[in-house]
C-alpha cells in the first residue's frame, strides 16, 4: 500500500462533518492499496482535525514477539 499525508485547511464540507469552521487545520491521508498483481483495489481519502490529530510512526521489522 500507499499512504500520504499533508497538512490541509478543511473544506466546507469536510469542516461541517467534522463539527469545525471551513479552513480549520486538519491532516488528510491517501492510501491506495494494491492486490498481488499490483492493481489497485482500495482508495481511502481520510481528513482528521489538526487538534485531535496523533501521528506515530515504528519503524524496523515487524515480529509478534516485539509486542
Do not use: C, W
Not at 466546507?12 to 480549520?24: F, I, P, R
Amino acid at each position: 500500500s500507499i499512504q500520504n499525508l499533508r497538512a490541509i485547511q478543511l473544506p466546507d464540507k469536510d469542516a461541517n462533518l467534522l463539527e469545525v469552521e471551513s479552513g480549520y487545520p486538519a491532516m488528510f491521508q491517501e492510501s491506495i492499496i494494491y492486490d498481488e498483481n499490483g492493481i489497485a483495489v482500495e482508495l481511502l481519502h481520510s481528513s482528521y482535525r489538526g487538534d485531535k490529530f496523533l501521528f506515530i510512526v515504528e519503524s524496523g521489522k515487524f515480529s509478534p514477539t516485539n509486542l
